[in-house]
């Protein structure tokens, strides 16, 4: 069964901090993975998408990386603002090309709560 | 202005009623999702549509029906078989359904939270 776990459930930094939030999945065969962050009682945004060739992609202060060996992605955040409190989505597409039997699956989410 | 709407963003129900939940976009996908949020838990899938006039159920789709009669517009109906329907409601569109090779990436509405009296 695919599964996506993400760690830690909640996370508390000091703004202008750095921290990592990490995301394990068992999805076979994988396709990409996208971090997302989500607002509270907002919808998620995109964030990035790696590919299984990619091993570091960066957004602004956003960093995410793969290693498809371990099947663990990673998002760190650099230098922490008030505006990063927020939910981070991992999601895992898996299946193969042309088949239709591409899967998507979520993990739970990690909150960030970045405090003054 | 392009992108998705969903709307009310507050809702609320009396046990026994059926609610309707609105999704439009403009993003001229083909494709168009309903999710279900609840604390400490990850988006779990209601139901999808791939192309106009045809759906198919999701993981949680018992009390919760659709319809997909328009390409910009994916209705969501939470009935009184559904036993616990306080929750986030997500509305979600890509190009191509994700089993498809045009699947880009979903995008999100901003959410319906819909709370039972």
């Known amino acids: 069964k695919n599964q996506v776990e993400q760690s830690p459930q909640s996370l508390i930094i000091l703004e202008g901090k750095n921290c990592t939030l990490q995301?394990?999945?068992?999805?076979?065969?994988?396709?990409?993975l996208r971090w997302y962050k989500q607002d509270t009682g907002r919808g998620p945004v995109s964030l990035t998408i790696?590919?299984?060739?990619?091993n570091t992609k960066s957004n602004g202060r956003y960093t995410a990386t793969l290693d498809a060996d371990t099947k663990q992605s990673s998002l760190h955040i650099t230098a922490s603002q008030l505006s990063d409190s927020a939910s981070y989505i991992c999601?895992?597409?898996?299946?193969?090309?042309?088949?239709?039997?591409?899967?998507?699956?979520f993990g739970k989410g990690t909150k960030l709560s970045v405090i003054p | 202005d392009g992108g998705i709407t969903q709307s009310p963003k507050y809702l609320f129900r009396k046990e026994g009623q059926n609610v309707t939940l609105s999704c439009e976009q403009n993003?001229?996908?083909?494709?168009m999702y309903w999710y279900r949020q609840d604390p400490g838990q990850g988006l779990r899938l209601i139901y999808y549509?791939?192309?106009?006039?045809?759906?198919q159920k999701g993981d949680i789709a018992e009390g919760y029906s659709v319809s997909r009669e328009k390409k910009e517009s994916f209705p969501l109906t939470v009935t009184s078989a559904q036993k616990n329907p306080t929750a986030f409601y997500l509305c979600?569109?890509?190009?191509?359904?994700?089993?498809?090779?045009?699947?880009?990436?979903?995008?999100f509405g901003p959410g319906t939270r819909l709370t039972v009296l």
């Open positions: 995301c394990n999945y068992t999805v076979s065969p994988f396709s990409n």
């Open positions: 993003l001229n996908h083909d494709a």
């Open positions: 549509s791939q192309i106009v006039n045809d759906f």
């Open positions: 979600a569109s890509s190009i191509g359904g994700w089993g498809s090779s045009t699947y880009n990436e979903q995008f």
């Open positions: 999601v895992v597409r898996s299946g193969y090309s042309g088949a239709g039997s591409y899967q998507l699956t």
């Open positions: 790696m590919t299984f060739s990619e």
